[in-house]
């Protein structure tokens, strides 16, 4: 794991401790808002740009573990994540939507690091990727409209328009770069000249657009700090429900030790980063829901590097997940 990304939790903490710090300058705080959208979009174009979409077949040369990824990630966890809003977050709407929005768009990059320091099937995991990012782009406006729009009215138009803007430009953007890379250098260049360079400036734009929020909409964390209490123990109950899931069915599919980890860690990792561009371009007079999808990160990335020391301890070796 390199720097940059044992680092996340502490960069995002000083990037919010920043934005509040500038928020108290008044043509920042009244400026900055205008600045998070078009940070998230560069962002999220880099993290595109690993995505290999030309591979999305691969997938399924292990249709048995692809159908439980898929299954997991997009048949129980949308249901599963209602449910965990209704239980803990049922009197707070807009943390209940911005809790359903983490939990249902899975990770499409660095949840790969932690599979590979667990000892996983780093391969198989790859393989997953593209259809992470095509299925919750196509799933997130309709999740947000039927679980959502029961208790809170929803823009339809504006929601897919935010879509299209903010998440399917960047994505257009970065597989046409891709390809004109590759074809005039080749993959070994673009994966060992370009993509280890950009990691470091996706982290980058997701700070400022980080401080940014918070610079401009901080006041109301800063009035309602309860918010990260409410948020912990469904995130701990989603954590621990989901690892114990994974680990069921991996003793009945059944799958060997390195497919477990990629299992596990497939269906706990999650995607902040683009559900907190809908969030923000879809509910810009609903900070809260922006907020909590910062705040996710910072329980989500120490509850993984827990997970990895569990899932050592108890898939020792190798062969047959032995649970």
């Not at 969030?279 to 609903?286: I, L, Y």
Request: charged share 10%; net charge neutral.
């Amino acid at each position: 794991m390199s720097f940059w990304e044992k680092s996340q939790p502490i960069f995002i903490l000083l990037s919010v401790v920043l934005g509040l710090l500038l928020g108290q300058v008044s043509w920042v705080s009244e400026s900055a808002g205008t600045l998070v959208v078009p940070f998230l979009m560069l962002m999220l174009a880099g993290v595109f740009l690993h995505v290999p979409l030309r591979g999305l077949g691969r997938a399924f040369a292990d249709l048995r573990f692809t159908g439980w990824n898929l299954g997991i990630n997009f048949l129980w966890t949308p249901l599963f994540a209602w449910v965990l809003g209704i239980v803990f977050l049922i009197e707070q709407p807009e943390l209940r939507i911005g809790l359903l929005m983490l939990l249902v768009t899975p990770c499409t990059d660095w949840y790969l690091v932690f599979i590979h320091l667990t000892g996983g099937n780093v391969r198989l995991a790859t393989a997953q990727l593209p259809w992470h990012l095509i299925l919750q782009l196509l799933l997130l406006p309709i999740y947000l409209l039927v679980y959502v729009g029961a208790f809170v009215t929803l823009d339809a138009r504006l929601l897919v328009e935010s879509v299209l803007w903010v998440l399917v430009l960047p994505l257009i953007v970065a597989t046409l770069a891709r390809a004109v890379a590759i074809w005039a250098k080749g993959v070994d260049w673009l994966e060992g000249s370009v993509l280890s360079r950009i990691a470091p400036l996706q982290l980058v734009f997701l700070l400022l657009a980080i401080s940014a929020m918070f610079a401009s909409q901080g006041s109301t964390l800063v009035d309602r700090p309860e918010i990260i209490v409410w948020l912990l123990p469904p995130l701990l109950v989603f954590f621990g429900v989901n690892l114990g899931l994974g680990l069921v069915i991996a003793r009945l599919a059944p799958f060997d030790r390195g497919d477990c980890v990629a299992l596990c860690f497939a269906t706990l990792a999650r995607n902040s980063p683009i559900a907190l561009a809908i969030a923000v371009a879809a509910f810009p007079e609903r900070p809260l829901i922006a907020l909590s999808l910062v705040i996710g990160p910072l329980i989500e990335l120490p509850l993984l590097a827990v997970v990895s020391q569990f899932l050592k301890r108890v898939l020792p070796g190798t062969g047959r997940a032995a649970i």
